[in-house]
């Protein structure tokens, strides 16, 4: 009878066991740490906004404004992260260094008005390159791969499909922007390890002794009021950490400087955490 009763005890702790197993498994809850000296660096610039870091080692946040951080806007030309991967998965373009002619059409920037490789395209961001890219990928592709990749919430259908990151009602959030980055950065997205390598190396704006900065700018317009990003990661010797920052200027701000300002303040927050130096 005792034997009986030690062997049902042991089933049950057996049977059990599992279930401890998941409980330790269960991921550490995200840390969220408020910076004055993100909010002082905006302050100083002249904008309004989130400067938003993760150290994914620490699975750790810090910001200035958690709450601006939740809010969704358009992606504005972060979207030619995404953009670029559907478009070698889906064989839309054939690799990096696909030429995608000029049209000889005037365009809103003259630097875009010449023949570019479509690595060029992305790091000079042309809006044109990259609109023949999602009417090539077309509305129904566009949205089975951003479902799959659980990326915001994109309003995408015919009359929107080389649009919809810039006008309109499709947002994601700083805290989406790196939630998607981060997949992305470790090989969690359904894509082939070809083309996670080479948007990878058409992400690289700058490689020091100390870090390799990868990211890419966007700048949206909607009802009057300008909305900028900079999003990506940066690789130290020891760690890697992903930014999201989206701000606004303020009245008396000069435009003429937005255009570098989203990096150098990104940077600047990097260095003022003592994550680059």
Same mark, same amino acid.
């Given at each position: 009878?005792?034997?009986?009763?030690?062997?049902?005890?042991?089933?049950?702790?057996?049977?059990?066991?599992?279930?401890?197993?998941?409980?330790?498994?269960?991921?550490?809850?995200?840390? #969220?740490? %408020?910076?004055?000296? %993100?909010?002082?660096?905006?302050?100083?610039?002249?904008?309004?906004?989130?400067?938003? $870091? +993760?150290?994914?080692?620490?699975?750790? +946040?810090?910001?200035?404004?958690?709450?601006?951080?939740?809010?969704?806007?358009?992606?504005?030309?972060?979207?030619?992260?995404?953009?670029?991967?559907?478009?070698?998965?889906?064989?839309?373009?054939?690799?990096?260094?696909?030429? *995608? /002619?000029?049209?000889?059409?005037?365009?809103?920037?003259?630097?875009?008005?010449?023949?570019?490789?479509?690595?060029?395209?992305?790091?000079?961001?042309?809006?044109?390159?990259?609109?023949? $890219?999602?009417?090539?990928?077309?509305? #129904?592709?566009?949205?089975?791969?951003?479902? /799959?990749?659980?990326?915001?919430?994109?309003?995408?259908?015919?009359?929107?499909?080389?649009?919809?990151?810039?006008?309109?009602?499709?947002?994601?959030?700083?805290?989406?922007?790196?939630?998607?980055?981060?997949? *992305?950065?470790?090989? #969690? %997205?359904?894509?082939?390890?070809?083309?996670?390598?080479?948007?990878?190396?058409?992400?690289?704006?700058?490689?020091?002794?100390?870090? /390799?900065?990868?990211? /890419?700018?966007?700048?949206?317009?909607?009802?009057?009021?300008?909305?900028?990003?900079?999003?990506? *990661?940066?690789?130290?010797?020891?760690?890697?950490?992903? *930014?999201?920052?989206?701000?606004?200027?303020?009245?008396?701000?000069?435009?003429?400087?937005?255009?570098?300002?989203?990096? #150098?303040?990104?940077?600047?927050? %990097?260095?003022?955490?003592?994550?680059?130096?």
């Amino acid at each position: 009878m005792k034997i009986t009763y030690l062997a049902l005890l042991l089933g049950i702790f057996s049977s059990c066991s599992p279930i401890v197993e998941k409980t330790e498994e269960t991921p550490p809850q995200r840390k #969220e740490i %408020l910076s004055s000296k %993100l909010q002082t660096i905006l302050d100083f610039s002249g904008v309004k906004g989130v400067i938003l $870091v +993760y150290d994914l080692q620490e699975n750790a +946040y810090y910001a200035n404004d958690f709450e601006w951080a939740e809010k969704g806007r358009l992606p504005a030309s972060t979207f030619k992260i995404p953009n670029s991967i559907i478009a070698l998965e889906t064989g839309v373009v054939e690799n990096d260094s696909t030429l *995608f /002619k000029w049209d000889g059409q005037k365009r809103y920037l003259k630097i875009w008005e010449q023949d570019l490789l479509f690595r060029e395209a992305f790091q000079l961001s042309c809006v044109p390159c990259y609109q023949d $890219v999602a009417r090539r990928i077309g509305p #129904e592709r566009m949205k089975e791969y951003l479902q /799959k990749f659980q990326y915001g919430n994109m309003v995408v259908d015919t009359a929107t499909i080389d649009l919809f990151w810039l006008e309109g009602d499709s947002k994601i959030s700083p805290f989406e922007e790196i939630d998607f980055l981060k997949r *992305f950065y470790r090989s #969690e %997205l359904p894509i082939s390890k070809r083309t996670e390598t080479m948007v990878k190396s058409m992400m690289v704006m700058e490689t020091t002794d100390q870090y /390799k900065l990868s990211g /890419k700018t966007g700048w949206a317009i909607r009802n009057g009021h300008n909305n900028g990003w900079f999003v990506g *990661f940066v690789e130290t010797f020891e760690k890697v950490y992903f *930014f999201a920052t989206n701000i606004e200027p303020s009245e008396t701000f000069n435009m003429d400087m937005f255009p570098m300002i989203r990096r #150098e303040i990104t940077e600047k927050g %990097l260095k003022d955490l003592g994550f680059i130096q």
